[in-house]
């Protein structure tokens, strides 16, 4: 790698279910990008393969090559050390992605420094540098999907831990009698109020014979209920589907006193899909916080969602290794 | 105020019941204290000449005058705006310190520039700089006391949120079915797992005449028994202290649980009353850390216990008022 303070970045963001890459100015602006998917039951493997060719695809199609970038970052989901640029534990969606050195293996392809973080952090960063929070000091991202994940920014800068893996505000325990996470916690927010826990919860209230428009929404098929469904109904006024989001809605109103409490910032930021329900599922929350948190941080604190949808994580991977290059030639 | 780098730094810590002062030479060195009973029941004014009769005294055994000190910092319970030097929300045992402009009155009387931090805060900038968490990047301590308190460095750096009010940690909720809290909050980790937490509950037990040594340790009185006792109690061996301090610890477990997924932090530093108990108090937590938390996160953390006992706070204090002494002349 050349020092180039001016060259492009690229970058890529590999999720469960999509992997996008994306080329950046140096000065940060999206320049084109690309969006495959992931395939992840196929192997770590094929994906890694499929996440270079995607790669060339764009170098090609911006008439660059990969010794004119500035550094290559990738926002993964997992557990992931980014010292080393290894996704040390899987997210549930990518099996088989424990110990896997995707920095080495992306910087050995390509010969280019490549930086990996947490794809949650990762949000959290673009949305800091391009997003929501810009101009803020201190925020907080909740990633409300499927599961729950964040990303924090302190003192203006990405807040990552010891070794990459900060942030998992969906593991924290809000109810010490509540359900087993996969994760090996007890009640943590994520197994409470996640997109699945909607889906779980709706399933079953449902399968037991409760009465709800979702029946029909799923064909008869209970088990196809999805979160999305319940947002619908719930908006249509189901009375099943809103006791079930509200349920929902307060423990992640839990998890937000309780960030609150803990980091004081001006800023929480609600990106992912269960946030685009809106105040139906983030309005409780909201009063929560009014009413529980302490009240000089509940007086400090803006509720706001996420702007950059799902190019959060590629804008905040390439200021991730915008920052790090930099660092490596200071 | 004259631009003094290697003038000294004259710290205060105010606290329910004693105020500490300590003058610091510019490299952080403690030179000489002093401890004078708080007695907060006499009102917010008569604390405030308290603390300056002490600066005065502590000053003039010193042979220095005000004006040649380099900064004056003031350690302080309760919700502080440090931004503004306010004492915004009073801690429990300091009724009336709401919206008291702490900064600014000292400032005046003695002419020179004063900062204000909560006290927690302080102790971790003060573990940081001079005690447990020397030499470390990102560590979360806990007052273990009465109460529970937290303070938190990020990226090397003192973390206060927005306005100074960040890691209250003891006012996460961990049982969301649990008690409400004073703080306007239910079932937060200080309701379950501070000393007062733990005196509430032996009273209440002994009380409904459980069997126990406390009744004697206590003279009789059942409401007299204190966290110290059931620490004493259950190190003799005594079934309910024992159960009572592992109720406790099992929360406090909980929460550490969640500093690690929240945080990723190198260290976890215990300080306070309760944290002298040992291993008796804090081991059921670090083998809920080991079990519970993520992988990547628990084998990166160290639980270990603080090393400034009641100075930490004053040694912060001062870091504090040098660090923005400097960043105001820089």
């Known amino acids: 790698m050349t020092d180039q303070h001016d060259a492009p970045i690229l970058?890529?963001?590999?999720?469960?279910?999509?992997?996008?890459?994306?080329?950046?100015?140096?000065?940060?602006?999206?320049?084109?990008?690309?969006?495959?998917?992931t395939l992840a039951n196929e192997g770590v493997k094929p994906v890694i393969k499929r996440l270079c060719s995607a790669i060339d695809s764009l170098l090609g199609r911006n008439s660059l090559k990969a010794s004119q970038l500035g550094g290559i970052g990738v926002a993964c989901a997992g557990g992931i050390d980014s010292g080393r640029g290894v996704v040390v534990t899987p997210s549930p969606n990518m099996t088989g992605w424990a110990d896997i050195p995707l920095g080495d293996i992306i910087?050995?392809?390509f010969k280019i420094s490549t930086f990996v973080v947490n794809d949650a952090s990762a949000a959290a960063l673009g949305e800091h540098r391009s997003g929501a929070g810009m101009g803020v000091n201190n925020l907080v991202l909740f990633t409300l999907g499927t599961g729950i994940g964040g990303g924090i920014i302190a003192n203006g800068e990405?807040?990552?831990?010891?070794?990459?893996?900060?942030?998992?505000?969906?593991?924290?325990?809000v109810d010490a009698n509540g359900p087993d996470?996969?994760?090996?916690?007890?009640?943590?927010?994520?197994?409470?109020?996640?997109?699945?826990?909607?889906?779980?919860?709706?399933?079953?209230?449902?399968?037991?014979?409760?009465?709800?428009?979702?029946?029909?929404?799923?064909?008869?098929?209970?088990?196809?209920?999805t979160a999305e469904m319940v947002g619908a109904a719930a908006n249509n006024g189901d009375p099943l589907a809103l006791d079930v989001l509200m349920r929902a809605a307060y423990?992640?109103?839990?998890?937000?006193?309780?960030?609150?409490?803990?980091f004081n910032p001006e800023m929480i930021v609600l990106g992912g899909g269960m946030a685009e329900l809106g105040d139906l599922f983030i309005g409780p929350g909201k009063k929560m916080v009014a009413e529980r948190a302490f009240p000089v941080s509940s007086r400090a604190v803006r509720v706001v969602t996420a702007q950059l949808g799902n190019e959060a994580g590629v804008y905040g991977a390439a200021a991730f290794a915008l920052e790090q290059a930099m660092r490596r030639t200071a």
Chains 1, 2 share one sequence.
Do not use: W
Not at 191 to 205: H, M, Q, W
């Open 11 to 37: 970058a890529a963001d590999i999720g469960g279910t999509k992997v996008m890459t994306a080329l950046f100015s140096s000065e940060g602006k999206m320049v084109s990008r690309d969006v495959c998917p």
């Open 107 to 109: 910087q050995e392809r």
């Open 158 to 173: 990405l807040y990552l831990g010891a070794v990459g893996a900060a942030a998992e505000i969906g593991h924290m325990t």
């Open 181 to 225: 996470c996969g994760c090996g916690n007890t009640g943590c927010l994520e197994i409470l109020a996640s997109g699945r826990a909607v889906e779980r919860d709706a399933v079953k209230r449902v399968s037991r014979g409760e009465k709800s428009s979702l029946s029909e929404m799923a064909g008869g098929e209970t088990e196809d209920i």
């Open 251 to 262: 423990y992640l109103g839990i998890g937000m006193v309780n960030v609150v409490n803990i």
